[in-house]
């Protein structure tokens, strides 16, 4: 699986947007990109995935760059629920890939 | 409500003491993992299973057993535990994890261990 590079923490004022970079430069042509999240050592929660094409779901939006190279994660109005470690992670889809490799991710804190 | 539920939540013993850490998912998922994660290394695979028994070695198995004889549950066992073994440990769960499309993988709350 690519390599990726995370800040390793980042704030954001609640009721904006927060915007988490990832750097996947390795990324080959049939790894997707994930993101999880994980609130105060629960256990992580899936985000969003998206191969080339930028994606949104009820809980975010995934902008991917042209070249795959970059992706950032978007919350679009962030809350105080939202404080969590995202991680971003690089894998292919199927074979016999059978785990996630979470990294050390971004620690959002969500403030007043 | 669809769950995947790990007992104990929390657990201090000694060492030497075989336990079990049982997980469970209600969500007729085909396959199912145990994480452990420490401070600064992340989540670690130590074992996976892609079906009722079916099961494979993770990144880190040494020091531990699993077993798959129901398609719900994925007990972990740790039959001599050392105090290395001290980590807070995730089951995840997903409907398999191979194919499109995607099948995110469902966690449950941890389980936080000590071994003195």
């Known amino acids: 699986d690519a390599k990726t590079t995370q800040p390793p923490s980042m704030d954001c004022a609640e009721g904006r947007a927060a915007n988490l970079p990832c750097n996947h430069s390795?990324?080959?042509?049939?790894?997707?990109v994930y993101w999880y999240r994980q609130i105060h050592s629960q256990g992580p929660q899936y985000i969003i995935h998206g191969l080339k094409n930028n994606e949104t779901n009820e809980m975010a939006s995934l902008i991917i760059t042209e070249d795959r190279k970059s992706s950032t994660l978007i919350l679009p109005h962030a809350t105080l629920r939202d404080t969590a470690v995202y991680y971003c992670i690089v894998r292919a889809l199927g074979g016999t890939a059978s785990k996630l490799t979470f990294g050390t991710g971004t620690r959002l804190q969500v403030t007043l | 409500e669809a769950q995947v539920t790990q007992n104990p939540r929390y657990l201090i013993t000694v060492t030497g003491k075989k336990l079990t850490v049982t997980c469970s998912q209600n969500m007729n998922h085909e396959y199912m993992s145990w994480y452990r994660q420490d401070p600064g290394l992340g989540l670690r695979q130590i074992y996976y299973?892609?079906?009722?028994?079916?099961?494979d070695k993770g990144d880190v198995p040494e020091g531990y057993k699993v077993s798959r004889k129901e398609k719900r549950n994925f007990p972990l066992i740790l039959e001599s535990p050392s105090p290395n073994q001290t980590s807070l440990y995730f089951c995840a769960s997903s409907l398999r994890m191979t194919g499109i499309p995607y099948q995110p993988q469902h966690f449950g709350d941890g389980t936080r261990l000590s071994i003195l």
């Open positions: 299973s892609m079906n009722v028994e079916v099961t």
């Open positions: 390795t990324i080959s042509g049939n790894e997707y």
